[in-house]
């Protein structure tokens, strides 16, 4: 008890500084935003020793949590609110939210070309006049080693959306891309565009700059885009470009229906085209209406369940792992899928589930298996049995995930 009025008069103390600090958040009665200039950051409120303030913006390419103003091309509209947080770093005071107008590095010409259209949506445009066009002699440039992998990429995609080649790729500076060159490079300047922002520069030739590959990735999924809708030209512009929401994801269920590894190659190359970045891979799982079976020995025998990896965990006396016999992959071949999708920027979460949803894994090792009646489908044939043996069900799992995430190199 006393423990919870000292937080709250933590709490107290904390709003009592957002109100009597010597920042304001003032919006005035016609609802107009605040304006930061050019040039200008977020001033934050003062608060005492021991506390911490931060800015939380929607677009935190815009506004950092320290209250640095990245510049926008044009003028762009923030909204956050500021968080305070106590010395002990679990009491958080958070003002209501505030909305700034932040001025951008040009002012929009009504006659240059208009933001072309991509999905999702380009953050900031500035256009220019004029039009890129491609040309035979189109080549990729790239300023890292690091880039390669994405411009091989980029120059399979290429012909596949244009039916035109690009025949070379080159690792060189900026200052050697000629007229319709596309142009990669990565940048330590502080941007605020964190891993998956880039900006682009699309003039006589087109220029790529981000803080990491998967920047610059996304960058050629815009560019494929806009490729595919004029037939090879793209307007003349200036492009800020970031994700609005950190966690972009699909997930997809392999277990109970089968799907091929090239089927699951194509949903992560469509996810990409989308700059989706979180692919969930459900590995194992099983149909679950066994009560359409009329017995318990029927349904043991003859539920569908699928474990889509190959495994090294065997059942000692029967030789055979979980391991599906209709569709399924090998390590070498997963693992090389990961790969490849961390070069389109999207990270791949396995799962494996248990202790239910895990009908794989008990018809191998019946000993674990709740075989009996009962439950919301009848035949619990499906589950772990922790009751059973609970150390026993528990190294089975360990086994299970052991096996999927060793990596002899590493081994001691």
């Not at 947080?85 to 107008?101: A, I, L, P, Q, W």
Request: charged content about 30%.
């Amino acid at each position: 008890m006393v423990l919870k009025n000292l937080k709250k008069a933590g709490a107290f103390t904390l709003a009592l500084t957002l109100v009597i600090g010597t920042v304001q958040f003032p919006v005035n009665a016609a609802g107009d935003s605040n304006v930061i200039e050019k040039g200008e950051n977020l001033s934050l409120p003062s608060v005492n020793a021991g506390e911490t303030v931060r800015f939380c913006a929607d677009y935190e390419q815009i506004i950092g949590e320290d209250g640095t103003v990245y510049t926008p091309l044009e003028d762009k509209v923030v909204k956050g609110f500021f968080e305070t947080t106590g010395e002990d770093s679990e009491t958080s005071v958070k003002t209501d939210e505030v909305t700034y107008t932040v001025r951008g590095e040009y002012e929009p010409d009504p006659e240059a070309n208009e933001k072309p259209a991509v999905i999702p949506e380009l953050q900031e445009w500035h256009g220019k006049k004029g039009t890129f066009v491609l040309s035979a002699a189109s080549k990729i440039v790239i300023a890292s080693e690091d880039l390669r992998d994405l411009a091989e990429v980029f120059q399979e995609d290429y012909q596949e959306m244009t039916g035109m080649k690009i025949k070379e790729i080159k690792k060189g500076t900026k200052a050697e891309a000629k007229m319709c060159d596309f142009y990669f490079g990565l940048t330590e300047d502080e941007n605020g565009l964190g891993k998956e922002g880039y900006t682009m520069d699309i003039d006589d030739f087109v220029s790529v700059e981000a803080e990491t590959a998967t920047g610059a990735y996304w960058a050629t999924r815009s560019i494929l885009q806009i490729l595919k809708q004029t037939s090879g030209s793209m307007p003349k512009g200036l492009v800020r470009d970031y994700p609005k929401f950190e966690v972009r994801g699909f997930s997809l269920d392999i277990g109970r229906k089968p799907f091929t590894l090239e089927a699951v190659k194509e949903f992560a190359e469509n996810m990409a085209w989308y700059k989706m970045n979180s692919f969930q891979v459900h590995l194992n799982d099983n149909l679950i209406f066994h009560e359409d079976y009329s017995t318990l020995a029927e349904a043991k025998e003859q539920s569908y369940a699928g474990f889509r990896l190959e495994s090294g965990v065997v059942n000692e006396e029967t030789g055979k792992s979980a391991t599906s016999e209709d569709v399924s992959f090998t390590k070498d071949e997963f693992r090389a899928f990961i790969q490849d999708c961390r070069i389109m920027g999207i990270d791949v979460v396995p799962e494996l589930d248990m202790p239910a949803h895990a009908l794989a894994f008990t018809r191998t090792f019946p000993e674990y298996m709740s075989d009996r009646a009962g439950g919301g489908h009848s035949y619990l044939i499906e589950e772990l049995d922790l009751s059973k043996d609970y150390d026993g069900a528990l190294n089975l799992a360990e086994s299970l995930w052991n096996d999927l995430t060793y990596i002899p190199e590493m081994s001691l």
